[in-house]
Structure formats: C-alpha cells, structure tokens
Nanobody, 123 residues
Framework: QVRLVESGGGLVQPGGALRLSCAAS????????MRWYRQAPGKERELVAT????????????MYAESVKGRFTISRDNPKNAVYLQMNSLKPEDTAVYYC????????????WGQGTQVTVSS
C-alpha cells in the first residue's frame, strides 16, 4: 500500500521550532523530487519547499518560498525513505496544515500526497 505519512506538527510559540517528518511506504522516494506544501484556513495550498533528487543519498538542490527562506530547511534521507522540514523562527503566519508530496517518476506515473499535519504558531 502506497502511503506518505507526515508527523511532527503541533502547537508552538512564535520564535519556536518544529521538525516535520514525511515517511514513505509502498514506493521509493529515490528518483523523485519531494515537496512540502501548506494550506492555511481560507487560503490556497502553497508550495513551501522542494528538494530535487540529486546524486548521493542525501538529496539534491533545494528551493524555498520567499516567505520561509532562511528559516526552513528541507532535507531527505533516501535509504530511510523519508523527507524532513526543519522550521525555525516560526511566525503566526506559518500556521497551516503541512503536506508532503512525492513527484511523479515519469509523466504517466502517479504523484503521491500525505494526509497533512497541523502546525499552529501561537502564544
């Protein structure tokens, strides 16, 4: 069974940190770009961070939304079939449901989404 399961969300005070994890099963993340999205109430889902499948088990190049640059870090561990999002200096506007996505290997193959994990930044 193909699954992407996010974990690590929760309630944190402004300025705090959280580390989200995304565990894949039933398929391998190797060869795929991996992404984190978020969706706040009443807003569209937005792309937060991307990590390409570069050479080596620790992944390739990364890209970030302007709103999180310098605060968030995406990483991957191909042998563990997992992706991570380290979030530092959290702000109330980072409050959202965070989703992990595995890109398609080829155009005719599926992409995969997780069910999401809630992150709430509030004092």
């Amino acid at each position: 069974q193909v699954r992407l399961v996010e974990s690590g969300g929760g309630l944190v005070q402004p300025g705090g940190a959280l580390r989200l994890s995304c565990a894949a099963s039933g398929f391998t993340i190797s060869g795929r770009a991996m992404r984190w999205y978020r969706q706040a109430p009443g807003k569209e889902r937005e792309l937060v961070a991307t990590i390409a499948n570069g050479g080596g088990s620790d992944g390739g190049s990364t890209m970030y939304a302007e709103s999180v640059k310098g605060r968030f870090t995406i990483s991957r561990d191909n042998p563990k079939n997992a992706v991570y999002l380290q979030m530092n200096s959290l702000k109330p506007e980072d409050t959202a449901v965070y989703y992990c996505k595995a890109d398609r290997l080829w155009a005719w193959t599926p992409e995969y989404w997780g069910q999401g994990t809630q992150v709430t930044v509030s004092s």
